[in-house]
């Protein structure tokens, strides 16, 4: 019998933790932010979804957000980022993908 | 998603079915061990109205629970981390040796073709071929951050058969990959067919036998180096990037040109300064340029014997509709917030020395054949974008379009966006490629 030992190839990825937000147990009066990346039926996908949550929670209010930079996907910059996390309580997201 | 959890706001993302590995995948590379999810069976896209609304309906109780209910505990074991040595006993090497690739495409480690062993003796010598430290970090290469050490490279370099001096042009090939400018995560992940193809200029070219002539694309072996180097790349982008098929790299069928590009440009037959020189860098300085494209076609013209002539069935290219960057400059710029650029989508002209001579001849300089492809490559409005909510959204200044739907306009968004590199053998036949964002280069043996 023979040995053929060769080196491992995969590269170990950077190591980073981000917590979990904590979670909204309730989303009467709540603000909920859309957010949109522009992929086609997205817009539509984020609009039905509120429609359908709004039915479940008295004074839940949406705001609609399109990421601000990019051209067929768009993308949240950090200004953008902190700016719902200011405005709203839980977001929702679309990527149509 | 990520940036929205790690500032405290529970999220939850709509997804399709296809797309869960890659969400969940993409959430950890940004550190997020879990990532609440509302699955649809299928994507959005190309669906009507309502079938999408259908979809929210049937799911909604998911995106409740996403914004509401504790997380769920990581779900299963995490695998081991399989150790840095592998060993594969049989009865002789070449079985060992098939073992170890069938182990390597269980592991999805494997382009699919067979992989030469990296042993310890030959990543020494492949180490060798650089002054860099096997330990030195050349970056964290996208879309999982994965640490790109030299060793990595060289390992990955040797089971794609490279050879010792070819090792500064792949680590090179990976900074270019690692530079914000070419918003690397976008080409990796995408549903797009997006390669990189990597361009060798100045002495290393010949030095190195890279092929700038016949074939240079491949296959053959006159392209050995051309082909190995480029498949290195890829083995990189996937196990040091951890880009790999239906996890991070979510392409819908793939690409052959995925596998391995790389030319060097034929210097000698190019009448103008060579393309590094063009992009600021000294003609005796060799360089590594990596474009990421979507695909190429034929730009075969034996008729024409003057520029204009040229140019006509050139501007034919940029305008194919199914391309994503024809007239993509309409909603916006490819961009990376996190990094605060955003770059004009580029797209690649291979000219064959033939045609290189005919502009040259006539007293063309490439800016006016760049001005030339950009004139001439137009389309009307109404064909070049693709919903007025994206020229909204990009351009509210231009709205005004909307109402001159067969006004003709550039695919491309300025005659810069093309990039000419003289590449082949005598023939009247070049190259071109539908680019995605632009060209990277630099300096092979910089930091």
Same mark, same amino acid.
């Given at each position: 019998?023979?040995?053929?030992?060769?080196?491992?190839?995969?590269?170990?990825?950077?190591?980073?933790?981000?917590?979990?937000?904590?979670?909204?147990?309730?989303?009467?009066?709540?603000?909920?932010?859309?957010?949109?990346?522009?992929?086609?039926?997205?817009?539509?996908?984020?609009?039905?979804? @509120?429609?359908?949550?709004?039915?479940?929670?008295?004074?839940?209010?949406?705001?609609?957000?399109?990421?601000?930079?990019?051209?067929?996907?768009?993308?949240?910059?950090?200004?953008? @980022?902190?700016?719902?996390?200011?405005?709203?309580? @839980?977001?929702?997201?679309?990527? @149509?993908? | 998603?990520?940036?929205?959890?790690?500032? /405290?706001?529970?999220?939850?993302?709509?997804?399709?079915?296809?797309?869960?590995?890659?969400?969940?995948?993409?959430?950890?590379?940004?550190?997020?061990?879990?990532?609440?999810?509302?699955?649809?069976? +299928?994507?959005?896209?190309?669906?009507?109205?309502?079938?999408?609304?259908?979809?929210?309906?049937?799911?909604?109780?998911?995106?409740?629970? $996403?914004?509401?209910?504790?997380?769920?505990?990581?779900?299963?074991?995490?695998?081991?981390?399989?150790?840095?040595?592998?060993?594969?006993?049989?009865?002789?090497?070449?079985?060992?040796?098939?073992?170890?690739?069938?182990? !390597?495409?269980?592991? /999805?480690?494997?382009?699919?073709?067979?992989?030469?062993?990296?042993?310890?003796?030959?990543?020494?010598?492949?180490?060798?071929?650089?002054?860099?430290?096997?330990?030195?970090?050349?970056?964290?290469?996208?879309?999982?951050?994965?640490?790109? +050490?030299?060793?990595?490279?060289?390992?990955? #370099?040797?089971?794609? /058969? =490279?050879?010792?001096?070819?090792?500064?042009?792949?680590?090179?090939?990976?900074?270019?990959?690692?530079?914000?400018?070419?918003?690397?995560?976008?080409?990796?992940?995408?549903? %797009?067919?997006?390669?990189?193809?990597?361009?060798?200029?100045?002495?290393?070219?010949?030095?190195?036998?890279?092929?700038?002539? =016949?074939?240079?694309?491949?296959? %053959?072996?006159?392209?050995? #180096?051309?082909?190995?180097?480029?498949?290195?790349?890829?083995?990189?982008?996937?196990?040091?990037?951890? =880009?790999?098929?239906?996890?991070?790299?979510?392409? +819908?069928?793939?690409?052959?040109?995925?596998?391995?590009?790389?030319?060097?440009?034929?210097?000698?037959?190019?009448?103008?300064?060579?393309?590094?020189?063009?992009? &600021?860098?000294?003609?005796?300085?060799?360089?590594?340029?990596?474009? !990421?494209?979507?695909?190429? =076609?034929?730009?075969?013209?034996?008729?024409?014997?003057?520029?204009?002539?040229?140019?006509?069935?050139?501007?034919?290219?940029? +305008?194919?509709? $199914? *391309?994503? %960057?024809?007239?993509?400059?309409?909603?916006?710029?490819?961009?990376?917030?996190?990094?605060?650029?955003?770059?004009?989508?580029?797209?690649?002209?291979?000219?064959?020395?033939?045609? #290189?001579?005919?502009?040259?001849? *006539? %007293?063309?300089?490439?800016?006016?054949?760049?001005?030339?492809?950009?004139?001439? #490559?137009?389309?009307?409005?109404?064909?070049? *974008?693709?919903?007025?909510?994206?020229?909204?959204?990009?351009?509210?200044?231009?709205?005004?379009?909307?109402? *001159?739907?067969?006004?003709?306009?550039?695919?491309?968004?300025?005659?810069?966006?093309?990039?000419?590199?003289?590449?082949?053998?005598?023939?009247?036949? $070049?190259?071109?490629?539908?680019?995605? &964002?632009?060209?990277?280069?630099?300096?092979?043996? /910089?930091?």
């Amino acid at each position: 019998m023979v040995n053929l030992e060769v080196l491992n190839p995969v590269a170990d990825a950077k190591p980073e933790k981000i917590e979990l937000a904590p979670k909204q147990p309730d989303l009467s009066g709540k603000t909920v932010g859309l957010f949109f990346n522009q992929k086609p039926g997205g817009d539509i996908l984020l609009e039905h979804t @509120a429609e359908l949550v709004k039915q479940r929670y008295s004074g839940i209010k949406f705001k609609n957000y399109l990421g601000a930079v990019g051209h067929i996907m768009r993308h949240a910059t950090a200004e953008q @980022a902190d700016t719902i996390s200011k405005e709203c309580d @839980a977001v929702i997201g679309s990527t @149509a993908d | 998603m990520v940036e929205m959890e790690k500032r /405290g706001v529970p999220t939850v993302a709509w997804t399709a079915e296809r797309f869960i590995h890659d969400a969940q995948a993409s959430a950890r590379a940004y550190g997020l061990s879990r990532i609440a999810l509302a699955v649809m069976p +299928t994507p959005a896209t190309n669906e009507p109205a309502d079938r999408i609304r259908q979809m929210a309906v049937d799911s909604i109780d998911q995106v409740i629970d $996403g914004l509401t209910q504790p997380a769920l505990p990581e779900a299963g074991m995490v695998a081991a981390k399989p150790s840095e040595v592998l060993k594969f006993q049989a009865e002789d090497l070449l079985e060992a040796f098939e073992k170890m690739n069938t182990a !390597f495409l269980d592991e /999805g480690w494997s382009d699919g073709f067979p992989l030469m062993a990296p042993t310890r003796r030959a990543v020494e010598h492949m180490l060798s071929g650089t002054s860099f430290d096997r330990g030195k970090v050349i970056c964290l290469l996208e879309p999982a951050f994965g640490i790109a +050490t030299v060793e990595k490279i060289a390992i990955n #370099a040797v089971m794609a /058969g =490279c050879r010792a001096e070819h090792l500064p042009v792949v680590i090179t090939a990976v900074q270019c990959l690692a530079d914000p400018k070419m918003i690397l995560r976008n080409m990796a992940v995408s549903t %797009g067919p997006h390669a990189p193809l990597i361009i060798v200029n100045g002495p290393i070219a010949k030095e190195l036998n890279i092929n700038a002539k =016949c074939c240079a694309l491949g296959p %053959g072996s006159v392209s050995y #180096a051309n082909t190995v180097i480029g498949r290195s790349l890829r083995l990189i982008m996937m196990n040091v990037g951890h =880009c790999y098929p239906g996890v991070l790299d979510m392409d +819908t069928i793939g690409s052959p040109t995925k596998y391995s590009m790389c030319v060097a440009e034929n210097e000698d037959d190019n009448p103008w300064q060579p393309f590094h020189v063009e992009r &600021g860098y000294d003609k005796d300085m060799s360089t590594v340029t990596v474009h !990421f494209s979507y695909g190429l =076609c034929d730009l075969e013209d034996f008729h024409s014997t003057t520029p204009e002539s040229l140019i006509e069935r050139y501007a034919t290219a940029p +305008t194919y509709l $199914g *391309h994503l %960057g024809a007239g993509l400059w309409l909603g916006g710029r490819r961009s990376d917030p996190r990094y605060h650029v955003d770059v004009k989508d580029h797209d690649l002209i291979l000219l064959c020395p033939d045609h #290189a001579r005919i502009f040259a001849n *006539h %007293g063309w300089d490439k800016d006016k054949i760049r001005q030339a492809i950009h004139e001439h #490559a137009l389309s009307p409005f109404r064909l070049l *974008h693709r919903d007025m909510k994206m020229v909204k959204a990009a351009h509210p200044e231009l709205m005004w379009l909307k109402d *001159h739907p067969d006004l003709m306009l550039p695919a491309l968004e300025t005659p810069d966006c093309y990039d000419i590199v003289v590449v082949g053998a005598d023939v009247g036949r $070049g190259l071109f490629f539908w680019g995605a &964002g632009e060209p990277v280069t630099k300096p092979i043996g /910089g930091e």
